[in-house]
């Protein structure tokens, strides 16, 4: 098992940055793919970014490309979303995940990992 625990939310203004952190406990880190989703209220779970075990491999959904950077440290047990050029409509409740496979489809991702944190609220207004 491994316990995620996300930080780093809050309140800003469009065009500002955040940097969320998902600090990981439990298993050996490194043998997890990590991923970053989003759930705004009313919608749908979205699929943000992912990045392999080693974190030589990343990927991200069309919209946020570009804009957003996930990275890992394992000798830190931790993975991060630097998020940049913010929006009203990346408001949400961000979540960290983990899967021993890496998973680049948003269908499987959403079906098949099973480790989840609890999220971190990002509120962005214009």
């Known amino acids: 098992q491994v316990q995620l625990v996300e930080s780093g939310g809050g309140s800003v203004q469009a065009g500002d940055s955040l940097r969320l952190s998902c600090a990981a406990s439990?298993?050996?880190?490194?043998?997890?793919?990590m991923y970053w989703f989003r759930q705004a209220p009313g919608k749908e779970r979205e699929f943000v970014a992912a990045?392999?075990?080693?974190?030589?491999?990343?990927y991200y959904t069309d919209s946020m490309k570009g804009r957003f950077t996930i990275s890992r440290d394992n000798a830190k047990n931790t993975v991060t979303l630097q998020m940049n050029s913010l929006k009203p409509e990346d408001t949400a409740v961000y979540l960290c995940?983990?899967?021993?496979?890496?998973?680049?489809?948003?269908?499987?991702?959403?079906?098949?990992?099973?480790?989840w944190g609890q999220g971190t609220q990002v509120t962005v207004s214009s």
């Open positions: 439990g298993r050996t880190f490194s043998s997890y793919c």
């Open positions: 995940a983990a899967s021993t496979n890496y998973w680049t489809s948003a269908y499987e991702a959403n079906r098949k990992i099973q480790h």
């Open positions: 990045i392999s075990w080693s974190g030589g491999n990343t």
